[in-house]
């Protein structure tokens, strides 16, 4: 395992970049997974998706403090409510703002071993999966920020 640079908003166009689907995984993904949790810990983050280290795969790992969850190519498939809570981002670094997004989520995708899984989230798990996942159409919280809220 190997830790990855995370990239910065206002200097990598990356994370403004559409992911693409993994149509296999290979050893070269699972090394990108456990050097992406390796990342996402050595941060003190909740979670990470590929393009915030450079890489343009549909991956997403997030732990709020519950173990990992990791989602290959991972689609939202129920929304239901909406929360309004204050997010921050690894590759925003010191800025905070509050956005809204589905109270519950069911995701769909796969896990490292290309089993499919599907699982229900909600609260902090469900806002960091949905903010992951943002990332892998290359959008930001930022562009979703309530703007008068916007903490620098």
Request: charged residues 30%; hydrophobic residues 40%.
């Amino acid at each position: 395992m190997a830790l990855r640079q995370i990239k910065h908003y206002q200097k990598d166009d990356v994370l403004r970049k559409k992911s693409k689907i993994v149509e296999k995984i290979d050893e070269r993904t699972k090394i990108l997974i456990d050097d992406m949790i390796e990342t996402m810990y050595h941060a003190d983050g909740v979670g990470l998706a590929a393009p915030q280290v450079g890489i343009l795969k549909r991956v997403i790992v997030v732990d709020i403090g519950e173990g990992v969850h990791v989602l290959i190519n991972p689609e939202i498939t129920i929304e239901a409510g909406e929360a309004t809570d204050y997010e921050g981002c690894l590759s925003v670094p010191g800025v905070k703002g509050q956005v809204t997004r589905p109270a519950e989520i069911t995701v769909e995708g796969l896990n490292r071993d290309g089993k499919k899984i599907r699982m229900k989230a909600s609260g902090l798990l469900a806002r960091a999966i949905c903010h992951e996942i943002d990332h892998l159409e290359g959008i930001l919280f930022v562009d979703k920020t309530i703007p008068e809220d916007i903490d620098n």
